[in-house]
């Protein structure tokens, strides 16, 4: 077996290949990543030495389906990342679908955009928001049980984060779910 050469490129010219291929424009880009379009032009041109800021190469590595470690820059964060299973459904969906983290993110208004990345890379967690929810399983083709069973765990997660015990109280949990049901007319 042999070893494959590694081939380091630079960051700056990944990001810049990345905009090309995928016909994205930088304004794009900026917006989906929480930046600025100056920004995004000074890292391609390297006006400005490459982002060493966590954050920002976690938002480009996830917009660009990539690893963060594959910049040089990207230190790699002492705390451990907690792993929702919301969120890696979405991404299941997304690679079942074949679709693209860029189309998908095309799919959204552009103020939603940022938000989109956060929850895909796991820095903020799946909305509680039924309408938001409805408008990924929308994009993603999910039915409306997917939609529903993911916005049922992030309810109790809400609920148990905030002090209820959702076993102890497990009648009146069951009771608001059937009527939410019935609501979004599941049932």
Known sequence: MRDKQIIQEKS????????????????DFAEMIGVTLSYVYNLIDESIPFSTRGTT????????????????E????????????????????LRAKKMSVVNFLKAFPR?????????????LPVPIDYKELSMIGQVLDLSADEVYGIWEKR???VL???GMNVYANAALVNSMFDCAKKFIHLK
């Not at 700056?12 to 304004?27: M, R, Y």
């Not at 990207?74 to 969906?93: G, M, R, T």
């Open 12 to 27: 700056s010219e990944k990001v810049a290949k990345f905009l090309e291929k995928n016909s994205l424009h930088k304004k």
């Open 57 to 72: 190469l976690e938002r480009i590595a996830t917009v660009m389906e990539i690893e963060p470690e594959e910049f040089e």
């Open 74 to 93: 990207y230190k790699i964060p002492q705390e451990p990342l907690l792993i929702d299973d919301s969120v890696e459904f979405i991404k299941d969906a």
């Open 111 to 123: 103020k939603k955009r940022l938000d989109m990345v956060d929850i895909l890379r796991g820095n």
């Open 155 to 157: 309810m109790k997660q």
């Open 160 to 162: 148990e984060i905030n």
